[in-house]
């Protein structure tokens, strides 16, 4: 992780999320901050699926 971002409040929390309707799970997996230039984020991963077979999601944080 770059120095950067450790202070700073993440713009956006980065999900896993997996299946449909009823069964979706979404899992917490990291974490990304805007580009100064706001065209663009550094996202962070605190893990990786093995079996990917879903998307990462960016949402912003609740309050």
Known sequence: MTTNNINKKPSFHAFYVQ???EETTWTKVGVAW???DEKGFNLVLDVLPINF???IVLREPKD
């Open 19 to 21: 299946g449909e309707k």
């Open 53 to 55: 077979d879903g998307e």
């Open 34 to 36: 805007n580009h100064k």
